[in-house]
């Protein structure tokens, strides 16, 4: 009886490898890792770098990338409508002023930053569409501005539709606080209120998860 043992082996040349993380990404000071934390929910490029990697990754945070910047243009168009006809329109009622000057300055603010962030968002969605991995990888191993680029090209879409949320908001309480009616003075404290607790909120989770991040 005759048995065969398998000689064949497998070329480590021929099994794809795993690009270490560039020199220039790793111990980037405390700005950038804030930057990489709202760019990609890491305090460094560790993890974005290996889905880099691969194809299927690289799609996995691609999309999620493109459904982020389509939900800003869809916030930024909610707030560039309402500014827009705040701007476009007088008070329909003597004790809720919202031209006054103040209100209609942070208003036309708004109005802008909305504008900018559909603008920027959109640029944005366009540019993640038409890349592919290596031409991402390549501008990663640039280091420096290019690293500031790519991570800002995620996070200024965000920064200007919130901004432009917070403006129409103080908009909003200046004229209530402005009005002749104690029940717009009495409803505009509540929702001063809310706003705060929910910023305070926000800023916890934001520092809690951070500070997760960095324990890992």
């Not at 962030?117 to 366009?126: C, D, E, P, R, V």
Request: charged share 15%.
């Amino acid at each position: 009886m005759t048995s065969f043992h398998s000689t064949e082996t497998i070329d480590p040349r021929a099994l794809p490898e795993e690009d270490p993380l560039p020199e220039v990404l790793r111990d980037m000071p405390l700005p950038m890792r804030v930057l990489c934390f709202l760019a990609v929910g890491r305090s460094g490029l560790e993890d974005h770098w290996k889905s880099l990697q691969s194809e299927h990754a690289f799609e996995i945070v691609r999309t999620r990338l493109c459904s982020i910047l389509a939900n800003i243009i869809t916030a930024a168009g909610v707030l560039l409508a309402a500014s827009g006809v705040f701007v476009s329109t007088g008070s329909p009622v003597t004790y809720f002023d919202y031209s006054l000057p103040a209100s209609y300055f942070l208003l036309f603010t708004s109005f802008m930053l909305a504008m900018i962030a559909m603008m920027t968002s959109g640029l944005s969605m366009i540019r993640w569409l038409t890349t592919d991995r290596q031409r991402a990888q390549e501008q990663l191993k640039l280091g420096g501005y290019f690293v500031i680029s790519y991570l800002l090209s995620i996070v200024t879409p965000m920064f200007f539709v919130a901004w432009s949320l917070n403006c129409f908001i103080f908009a909003m309480l200046i004229a209530g606080f402005c009005s002749q009616s104690m029940i717009f003075r009495t409803v505009t404290a509540l929702w001063l209120v809310t706003y705060v607790a929910s910023i305070a909120m926000i800023t916890m989770e934001f520092m809690w998860k951070y500070t997760s991040v960095n324990s890992r």
